[in-house]
């Protein structure tokens, strides 16, 4: 009967700290950096500033429009403004899930979000195809 019941007592502090991890719905915003700029000419690296900004659905377990804007990438020997777009992330339990944006002329681009109960995202874009770089974010609950 102990057993049962400290079985039962863990499995419930699992079950709500899970849910306790949820992200926390509506839109959010914010800057993303990518601090792998060149232009000619440049022995040193650039910083570029852009936007970001999507929504979590009520669920908590759903990332709906998400959208990089204005942030410049390196695509071969040049920069490029390529705007991210993606419909729909899946979170899982931890407010983690990827997605994947595929621009015809420069390739694919994979997101990796993390969206916390606190109201914050944060999340790296990573190219992989002919650009490259890392572009890195954070944004707020509105």
């Keep these: 009967m102990i057993k049962c019941t400290l079985a039962l007592a863990a499995t419930l502090t699992l079950?709500?700290?899970?849910?306790?991890s949820a992200a926390k719905p509506g839109s959010y915003s914010g800057p993303s950096v990518n601090k792998e700029i060149y232009l000619y000419g440049d022995i040193d690296p650039r910083t570029d500033k852009g936007k970001?900004?999507?929504n979590v659905k009520s669920n908590g377990k759903t990332v709906t429009k998400f959208k990089l804007k204005a942030q410049q990438i390196m695509c071969g020997a040049t920069t490029a403004e390529v705007p991210v777009s993606i419909p729909k992330i899946q979170l899982n339990s931890a407010g983690k899930g990827?997605?994947?944006?595929?621009?015809p002329s420069v390739g694919e681009f994979e997101v990796r979000i993390r969206v916390r109960d606190t109201g914050k995202a944060?999340?790296?874009i990573?190219?992989?195809g002919l650009c490259s770089?890392?572009?890195?974010?954070?944004?707020?609950?509105k």
């Design 15 to 20: 079950v709500l700290s899970a849910s306790a």
């Design 52 to 54: 970001v900004a999507f």
């Design 98 to 103: 990827k997605g994947t944006y595929q621009d």
């Design 122 to 124: 944060t999340a790296t």
């Design 126 to 128: 990573t190219p992989t």
């Design 133 to 141: 770089g890392k572009v890195t974010f954070s944004a707020k609950r």
